[in-house]
């Protein structure tokens, strides 16, 4: 078996303390240590792009063009802004971004069954991976796939990883195949987990899949999309929902085996 997620709004949180909660990029866009100029063309790249990214009557062939500059623009606007590889840990420190409750106990359970936790992110993976840090959640288990910044010797960020993972096409490119096939070989039944319409086409791709249950978080405009939602996710959860029904899906033998049942 492995765990199949994507990050933003499926690991973590889409309400903290009665707000929006932040995803990896808002980890950026938010923090006092970028300036004004920054944060408003992210914001106008956002208002453009993102009812594209949601929109239900669209495809997801005429959405991948679409993604792709929102991507390309977000990551030059940092590039730009000459951002510090060693400005992200204050950033994700006064960031409004927690994980869903009961992640951890998910987290410790898939390591003990030393089942891997692939991580598939459109979001920044250099933010994404210092929450894990900060929130002692990194374990040998998990493989991280996302966006990276390239930065140069005085750790000035300089560039960004290629090609764009985005909403559209995780785990689809050679390059993020190749990055987690040696992690996967042998397991051929998914758990995959996701938010977007995108998301139930993580595993596509990966080789010598036989089952994939998809759980899908609805956290918004549930009336408008729960039909769309039921169609492409096995199950679906709505609201801000925990980590419960991923933990009471792991096979029974497993908690026999580990709790001698």
Not at 23 to 45: F, G, H, N
Not at 138 to 144: A, E, K, M, S
Not at 177 to 184: G, K, N, P, Q, W
């Amino acid at each position: 078996m492995q765990f199949l997620s994507d990050f933003d709004q499926t690991l973590t949180r889409y309400w903290v303390n009665g707000e929006r909660g932040f995803t990896s990029y808002k980890v950026v866009e938010k923090s006092p240590l970028m300036s004004e100029d920054y944060r408003e063309k992210a914001r106008q790249l956002a208002d453009k792009y993102h009812p594209i990214e949601v929109a239900v009557d669209m495809s997801l062939e005429e959405k991948t063009q679409h993604m792709v500059k929102w991507w390309e623009g977000n990551h030059n606007l940092m590039i730009g802004e000459r951002i510090k590889r060693s400005q992200l840990k204050e950033m994700v420190a006064n960031a409004n971004i927690q994980f869903r409750d009961k992640c951890e106990v998910l987290f410790s359970e898939l390591d003990s069954f030393n089942i891997p936790l692939l991580v598939f992110s459109a979001g920044l993976g250099d933010t994404l991976l210092e929450v894990f840090r900060q929130f002692s959640a990194v374990r040998p288990n998990l493989h991280v796939v996302s966006n990276r910044l390239v930065f140069d010797e005085a750790g000035v960020a300089v560039s960004h990883s290629h090609p764009f993972v985005h909403s559209y096409n995780k785990g689809k490119s050679p390059e993020q195949l190749a990055a987690v096939e040696s992690f996967i070989v042998g397991r051929s039944n998914i758990i995959l987990a996701g938010d977007s319409q995108g998301d139930p086409k993580m595993a596509d791709s990966l080789p010598h899949t036989h089952h994939v249950l998809k759980i899908g978080f609805l956290n918004h405009d549930v009336k408008d999309r729960l039909d769309l939602y039921m169609d492409i996710y096995d199950i679906v959860l709505s609201g801000d929902c925990d980590m419960t029904v991923n933990l009471g899906i792991f096979p029974a033998h497993l908690h026999r085996e580990k709790y001698k049942i």
